[in-house]
């Protein structure tokens, strides 16, 4: 039997028709992707952020990140660095300044020392009381004279900064470091704390500028000079301010007679360290203009010669 179709007319006849189609595997059609699409992909992201209750919802989860943050981070740090006790030691005046500025070089004759604190147990405020904002400016002080002393010399290059700034930086953790561990090795709990005890050996870049000034005008004999008396007032000084918090309390008498010999050693020990770190960190920069000038090499003239 014969299922062909046979089309009518005199034309060549079609292929075979598909009597029944594959519907196994689902076929759908692929959407087409428009021209606008296809261009900038961020394109639809900022539509998003265009819209005003997207741009809002964004910017409450950002400060509230912001808020969660910072607070975790304060509340992380407060275990290991007491923010509110560095604050204080930088919480000075320019009358304060001023007046401390006045007795770490005139310490002679000041009649009142002592320790000073508040009925909570913070210091408080006084002339006598550390801080370290002095320490600080001193320190940078410190090294801009030093460069100005080098250029004078024609020995100044960008990286006696680096060096100068590093340089004194450790031999202040070495003096701290000295001082922890004498603490230590001879079993003394003292009231004295890091940041006071961090004060009390920056106050000598005070006294080591004004060796360095002086040397820078006035030669190598303004400066030993400037030397001899700026280590007596720092040794001074810290006697007279330290013995009324290492030393024990007595009552009546001179304090330092009284002292156990453990604490009047670890006294000296801070005061006497000094003028040695003031003389490593001030010597080979302090000659005067007339050493500079001979320390920089001879400058032989060429002549001409006549051939």
């Given at each position: 039997?014969?299922?062909?179709?046979?089309?009518?007319?005199?034309?060549?006849?079609?292929?075979?028709?598909?009597?029944?189609?594959?519907?196994?595997?689902?076929?759908?059609?692929?959407?087409?992707?428009?021209?606008?699409?296809?261009?900038?992909?961020?394109?639809?992201?900022?539509?998003?952020?265009?819209?005003?209750?997207?741009?809002?919802?964004?910017?409450?989860?950002?400060?509230?990140?912001?808020?969660?943050?910072?607070?975790?981070?304060?509340?992380?740090l407060d275990k290991y660095i007491p923010v509110s006790r560095v604050?204080?030691?930088?919480?000075?005046?320019?009358?304060?300044?001023?007046?401390?500025?006045?007795?770490?070089?005139?310490?002679?004759?000041?009649?009142?020392?002592?320790?000073h604190h508040s009925t909570n147990g913070e210091p408080t405020r006084h002339l006598n009381s550390p801080d370290l904002y002095i320490p600080v400016m001193a320190f940078a002080t410190y090294i801009v004279a030093i460069a100005i002393t080098l250029g004078n010399q024609g020995r100044f290059t960008p990286e006696m900064l680096g060096i100068t700034a590093t340089t004194a930086f450790v031999w202040l953790m070495i003096e701290i470091g000295i001082v922890q561990f004498a603490m230590y090795l001879i079993s003394v709990s003292t009231d004295i704390k890091i940041f006071d005890l961090a004060s009390f050996c920056g106050y000598k870049y005070v006294h080591m500028i004004i060796c360095i000034?002086?040397?820078?005008?006035?030669?190598?004999?303004?400066?030993?000079?400037?030397?001899?008396?700026?280590s007596a007032a720092i040794v001074y000084f810290l006697i007279c301010t330290l013995r009324y918090i290492i030393l024990p309390d007595t009552t009546g008498g001179d304090r330092i007679a009284r002292g156990s010999k453990r604490r009047n050693n670890l006294l000296l020990l801070i005061a006497f360290i000094q003028p040695v770190i003031m003389l490593w960190l001030t010597y080979h920069v302090t000659y005067g203009p007339e050493k500079a000038e001979t320390s920089l090499p001879p400058i032989t003239p060429t002549h001409n010669k006549r051939t």
């Open positions: 039997m014969d299922f062909n179709v046979h089309h009518r007319g005199g034309g060549a006849s079609n292929p075979d028709p598909v009597l029944f189609e594959d519907t196994s595997t689902p076929q759908h059609p692929q959407p087409q992707m428009t021209h606008a699409q296809q261009g900038n992909p961020f394109q639809q992201y900022g539509q998003y952020m265009n819209d005003p209750m997207v741009a809002n919802m964004a910017m409450q989860y950002g400060s509230s990140l912001a808020t969660s943050g910072k607070q975790y981070v304060e509340q992380n604050k204080f030691y930088f919480a000075v005046t320019s009358d304060y300044v001023l007046h401390k500025l006045f007795l770490l070089l005139f310490p002679f004759i000041n009649k009142e020392w002592g320790a000034v002086t040397a820078m005008i006035t030669g190598s004999v303004g400066y030993y000079l400037s030397f001899i008396y700026t």
